[in-house]
């Protein structure tokens, strides 16, 4: 398979004049079924393009006014999971994920021309508002196709960067057509928000920043979707610190840069949803691929629980708002899924805040469920006055809060003098828990104790 390198079109080459003017081998188009389906010139399968680290240094120089160059702070749970641990908050970005380093190198390479007729790209968050914003400051214009599924928070703020928004496509697999047939109708640049070889520059600059800042770091823990992020680190991060180990993290909803590696090139994954929506890309760039196959130590799939539970931790320990897919890292290490990393410093990358308000309250409750701290069961009392208020007398005795109670007769079976009693309660942590349920078996004899996730 051949590989071709990044270039930059600010400095005369061949390689320059083949992204303004690719070759007519580049220009493909195939169709499934009836469907036209456009192929992107820049993240061709059978010419997949690797970037060098001159590449992302060069990234580096062009953002480094227009990008904020977020804090890696140690983290409060250092002494929880022995490890030094330490968060690269990409969060802190302005539109909140590490999406805005590639954004803005890609729209300051384009030419003139090219800047002059704007831009396009399909997107259900993160790169639309990245190229938004970014955008806006440098006077470029920016279309956005953006799926039904697209939180309206996301879409109203895109819309406020002065992006023209087009929400179509059940999925981003038809936003992306819808996008692509656009950008050429009205010669628009496409850019691949995960694929696109200057988006993989861009955001190789945050492992820049992790040597800069963590010089001696051991490992590195970086979320996996599209694979732009860990393509453009990775080799940032190997090439100053080769022996630094690089792992990647998925959710299992949605593995596809796993199956990927396992068979040799990027697959088709069937995507579940799942609550690191941002990474659920079902086929990762080529580009991408071909620029990390060889960099990473480790692939992790972690599930979906403990994706809740890292979103709650990093809500009560470090004071930070955390989307599922920036979550993802600490998720792998909160399910012991790196026992070699105990004693190292270890660099997780936090890259996105963007998570869905009106999805926070659930995944809280969740995470406090994953964390043994939030409980239902059910019980059978007599049904005689004052046997609810020995129960609840019973949990309040033992310091937990009760947070919900219901009570019904007509569909038990066994006893038609008893109650059957649902409970939701919050305890201190899972040992406080077990003390209740261990209570609650002394004094009942029905009784159904079941977590709530």
């Known amino acids: 398979m051949m590989m071709q390198h990044l270039w930059a079109t600010d400095v005369p080459s061949e390689m320059d004049d083949n992204l303004t003017h690719p070759p007519d081998k580049r220009r493909k188009m195939s169709t499934i079924g009836s469907e036209e389906v456009i192929l992107d010139k820049f993240c061709d399968p059978d010419n997949p393009i690797t970037i060098t680290f001159q590449d992302i240094s060069a990234a580096a120089y062009k953002i480094r006014d227009g990008i904020e160059r977020t804090p890696c702070l140690k983290s409060q749970m250092t002494q929880m999971y022995g490890m030094k641990l330490f968060f690269k908050k990409e969060f802190l970005q302005y539109t909140g994920s590490f999406k805005e380093r590639g954004a803005r190198y890609a729209l300051l390479m384009l030419n003139k021309d090219q800047k002059k007729q704007g831009v396009i790209a399909a997107s259900a968050g ?52 819808h996008a692509m047939k656009l950008g050429r109708e009205e010669g628009l640049i496409y850019i691949n928000g995960y694929d696109h070889p200057h988006i993989l520059a861009g955001q190789g600059t945050m492992g820049l920043e ?47 840069f796993t199956n990927a590696i396992q068979s040799g090139k990027p697959v088709y994954t069937e995507m579940h949803s799942t609550l690191a929506d941002g990474l659920a890309v079902p086929t990762v760039g080529v580009n991408a691929f071909a620029t990390a196959k060889d960099l990473i130590d480790k692939m992790i799939i972690v599930k979906e629980e403990n994706i809740a539970l890292a979103i709650l931790r990093l809500l009560e320990m470090e004071k930070a708002v955390v989307e599922g897919a920036g979550a993802v890292g600490l998720a792998a290490v909160i399910e012991n899924l790196v026992p070699e990393l105990v004693g190292k410093k270890v660099v997780i990358a936090l890259c996105g805040g963007n998570i869905d308000t009106t999805a926070l309250g659930r995944v809280i409750e969740r995470g406090l469920a994953v964390d043994g701290r939030l409980n239902r069961f059910v019980v059978e009392v007599s049904d005689r006055p004052g046997s609810i208020a020995e129960l609840t007398k019973l949990i309040a005795g033992l310091g937990v809060s009760l947070k919900d109670i219901f009570h019904e007769r007509a569909w038990i079976k066994s006893d038609i003098f008893a109650v059957q009693v649902k409970v939701v309660c919050e305890t201190r942590d899972a040992e406080h828990s077990e003390e209740l349920h261990q209570a609650l078996k002394e004094r009942y004899n029905h009784l159904n104790w079941s977590p709530i996730y």
């Open 210 to 256: 992790i040597v800069e800042q963590v010089p001696d770091l051991d490992a590195c823990i970086i979320p996996v979707g599209g694979g732009g992020l860990i393509a453009g680190a990775a080799l940032a991060i190997k090439n100053l610190r080769p022996n630094c180990t690089i792992i990647g993290v998925e959710s299992e909803r949605c593995p596809s």
């Open 126 to 177: 993160n790169h639309a508002l990245a190229l938004a914003y970014h955008g806006q400051e440098l006077g470029i214009s920016i279309t956005v196709i953006m799926p039904i599924i697209a939180p309206l928070m996301k879409i109203q703020a895109c819309r406020k960067f002065g992006a023209n928004v087009q929400v179509k496509g059940a999925n981003l697999a038809e936003s992306k057509l």
